[in-house]
């Protein structure tokens, strides 16, 4: 009879150690999103795509360290919407993972091998918009260095001469037109209503990298961008 209880003891004992161990499996496959804070600066309503778990961040305190001209940072709420998105993980602030992803690739989001090729020569557009292109590119405001991101799209052959069109949105939503002739740029949209009909506009070219200053105003494009390479 001993013998039976202390058999009875040890599966009891042998099943509670199980459901503990599964327990504590599931707990950890469960990661927790956290929220990101707003001492990341985050603007957007998800990246890449409106709804997406991870959004862009600005310049703070909290990020200055993080921010790189040719490349954007981006807040991930856990490891796996970080490992998702791809790019390289430089930072984890309070949980939020930390992720740059380098400025230039048009076809950022479409899978190893990119859009298929427009077929007979022909420069299709990006569904849904009137861009042959789109891209983020990095941006300054206020005489401020260019450590904000913008969504930007390109018309090539905008112009009867050829020319062609970077339309850019800024952060409040309004947008700034870019003209360029090939891939040098001569021009921006100007309007008396925000003061940008006497702006002075200047560029300089680092490579395939155009820093343009127009005004209080910097934006900086890549050649690929304009020549679909």
């Known amino acids: 009879m001993k013998n039976v209880l202390m058999l009875g003891a ?27 804070p707003e001492s990341l600066a985050p603007f ?8 997406d778990p991870c959004v862009r961040l600005g310049e703070s305190a909290a ?5 790189d001209d040719s490349a954007i940072l981006v807040g991930c709420p856990s490891g796996a ?21 380098p400025l230039g690739d048009a076809n950022f989001g479409m899978g190893e091998n990119g859009p298929p090729p427009p077929p007979d020569d022909e420069d299709a557009l990006v569904p849904g918009t009137e861009y042959h292109a789109t891209t983020i590119l990095s941006c ?21 001469d050829g020319t062609h069109l970077v339309e850019v949105t800024k952060p ?12 040098t740029p001569y021009g921006a949209d100007s309007a008396q209503a925000d003061g940008s009909a006497g702006w002075d506009f200047e560029y300089t070219r680092d490579g395939d990298m155009i ?14 961008l304009i020549t679909g390479g």
């Open 44 to 51: 957007g309503d998800g990246y890449p795509d409106a709804g």
């Open 172 to 183: 409040d939503g309004r947008k700034r037109a870019i003209f360029f002739n090939g891939t």
């Open 10 to 36: 040890a599966v009891l004992g042998l099943a509670a150690c199980g459901s503990d161990a599964g327990e504590a499996e599931d707990g950890a496959a469960t990661e927790e999103a956290v929220a990101i």
């Open 81 to 101: 919407s970080a490992e998702a998105l791809g790019g390289e993980v430089v930072g984890n602030v309070d949980g939020v993972r930390l992720v740059s992803i």
């Open 140 to 160: 300054g405001f206020a005489g401020g260095p260019p450590t904000q991101q913008c969504d930007a799209g390109v018309i090539r052959n905008w112009g009867e």
């Open 63 to 67: 990020t200055s360290n993080y921010l």
């Open 211 to 224: 820093t343009i200053t127009f005004g209080p105003e910097t934006y900086v494009v890549v050649d690929a």
